[in-house]
């Protein structure tokens, strides 16, 4: 590292200021911000080194080297490896159970409660720990719309996380920065350990969110998507009271601002599918459903990268340019080439950059209530149509089921496609009962008359996975309205109505018993996985 330091003669040792024109410049240098410069006391902190606060990226990036944090590729990208934990840690996150919010969370395996006393124990120690660290803070916000933003406040010890908020949140005007005041403070702490015996968690990592204090915590971890579906999470409690639909999908906008949206687990092509150079990107993960819009949370995109190459996939490939974050790709030492079909370190590859760096966007971030609502499920089983018209009825069945496979790497210990069921595609970050935010799509589709599809991306019965290409143009079929006059077939044992050609698809690979050659086993399969999806919506039943 020590060479890259001294060639690069812009490396200076104290380069601090803010973002967006906010710093004062003598010389072409940023200066620092004093001590008193940034309160931090109401998020427990007492800094006895400096705060960094909102840099520029290219900054950011020039602390991330001098820390040896991670390295630049040849594209010019940061590249860091986030060590034993590459993915999100579920079983080690919590919500504070408080009287405020004590009836409002769906508690159960996914919302597991943990005693404010334990939460402030833990709280506290690792505000100490990070009053003793140089410090890095992100002041942004989440959601485009004023009316439905809420700003955050990110403190913590690594310039490359920093980088990570920077590029993920939306990023304040000068104004906006000087007026700043958080309505939630987030506290990142990668090299504090928690000890489980003490601190009363699971592990020596712990993501811990009280929605009362409007504080949370991620300590004992160095994977970013966990300060992303922290504040997701937040989100998720927020928006329904402001009767607005929080939503874990895609959104883009057609030629004559028609808006689509895709729902989906990690995995399943949210970002990629979304990401159509014919159509402009809203966003990549993260949505409002307001009376008159869709707005993204996000000023950025974070997507899942292991195979990617430039012919299926180039807006994603040509966004990881300087500016982006890598995480866990392999890097070649000598040509520092990026090899995205290496997963030596983890399945789950990541790229983070700001939505700018894709080329066809909406600046605003804003569109139309949605036409069209597609469904992403990866089906492990192979039994599932490759692309299914559903009803309104079927809509909320599939939408409360959230049936999917979770892909290799994207939690802790998943190393091969797993079917499971997270309801609403996004169970891990809704606090609030499933069927409310159910409820709120079933209003929003019957008053729109939006067409609602379910898109099968994952395999076939002879264990290929559905190529991208065919998957395409499934989509570009659903929303351009060409399937509204198609014929269609109906599924014996799911109900499920699948068209019987496709514009730019083999008509072969329509019927999932096609690619069978044994129809017993076919049979057998699909009538184990109804059988599940069954079982997973009848725990809403009563509701």
Known sequence: MDWLLRERGSLCPRIIGCYNGANRRQRGIMHAIQLDDIDLTSAGISPQKEVFRNLAPAVLIEHALRKEEGLLCDTGALVVNTGSRTGRSAKDKFIVDSPEVHDEIAWGEVNRPISREVFDALYGRVAQHLSEEPLYVFD???????????????????????????????RPSRKQLRDFVSDYTVLVAPTFLCDPARDGVESDAAILIDYAAKRALICGTRYAGEIKKCIFSIMNYVLPHLDVLPM???ANVGTDGDTAIFFGLSGTGKTTLSADPSRKLIGDDEHGWADDMVFNFE???????????REHEPDIFDAIKFGALVENVA??????????????????????????????????????????????????????????????????????????????????????PVPTFSTCF????????????AEMLRERVESTGANV??????????????????????VNAAISGSLDEAEYCTDDIFGLSFPSECPGCSPDILDPRSSWADQDAYTACARRLSAMLEEAYARFGAE
């Open 299 to 309: 000023g950025g995109c974070y997507a899942k990268c292991i195979d990617l190459d």
């Open 248 to 250: 874990h999908c895609s």
């Open 426 to 437: 996004g169970e891990p970050f809704l606090p609030l009962s499933p069927v409310l935010y």
């Open 331 to 416: 890097l070649d030492p000598t040509t520092r080439h990026l090899d995205f079909h290496d997963n030596s370190i983890t399945e789950n590859t990541r790229a983070a950059y700001p939505i700018d760096h894709i080329r066809n966007i909406v600046p605003s971030g804003m569109g139309r209530v949605p036409s069209t609502v597609i469904f992403l499920t990866a089906d492990a089983f192979g039994v599932l149509p490759p692309i299914s018209k559903l009803t309104l009825d079927q809509a909320m069945y599939y939408f409360l089921c959230g049936y999917t496979s979770k892909v290799a790497g994207t939690e802790v210990g998943i190393t091969e």
């Open 453 to 474: 599809f379910l898109i099968n991306t994952g395999w076939n019965g002879r264990g290929e996975r559905i190529s991208l290409r065919a998957t395409r143009s499934m």
């Open 140 to 170: 942004g916000f989440a959601g485009v719309f004023p009316e439905h933003a809420r700003c955050f406040r990110v403190i913590g010890e690594l310039a490359s996380q920093a980088l990570f908020v920077n590029q993920l949140l939306r």
